[in-house]
């Protein structure tokens, strides 16, 4: 190999590596990094529920609702928060069952457009 054709690998070689490095990149972040993400009608629904003190409210196990059907209940994290990550849809919450000490709550309440939700569970 003469010089020229060492310098050419080598820059084939940096070119081909970002185009490598770019499309790492352009498949997802890692933790603490952020990319514009495509629009792909992906949404995350986020409901936080509380006490009447505004203290979250652990262990709720909140039904996702929407035309296709219920979603299996999934519990409020020590935050109070739980999360569904699905298709945009116009999904609904009901609250399948509340720990000891608070009323149960059979309200349906709605997103109407928006990805969250906060409730105030009533203490028994």
């Not at 770019?22 to 952020?34: H, I, L, N, P, S």
Request: aromatic share 6%; glycine share 8%.
């Amino acid at each position: 190999m003469n010089f020229k054709s060492i310098i050419l690998f080598a820059l084939a070689s940096v070119l081909c590596l970002c185009v490598l490095c770019t499309a790492a990149c352009d498949q997802g972040a890692g933790e603490g990094q952020t990319t514009e993400a495509a629009d792909d009608g992906v949404v995350t629904y986020t409901v936080k529920v509380v006490d009447a003190s505004g203290a979250p409210v652990q262990d709720v196990a909140v039904q996702f609702c929407d035309d296709k059907g219920c979603r299996m209940p999934m519990p409020t994290n020590a935050q109070g928060i739980v999360t569904l990550t699905e298709p945009k849809s116009n999904f609904h919450i009901t609250l399948a069952s509340v720990p000891e000490g608070f009323a149960q709550d059979a309200t349906e309440y709605h997103f109407d457009g928006k990805t969250e939700l906060t409730v105030t569970l009533q203490a028994q």
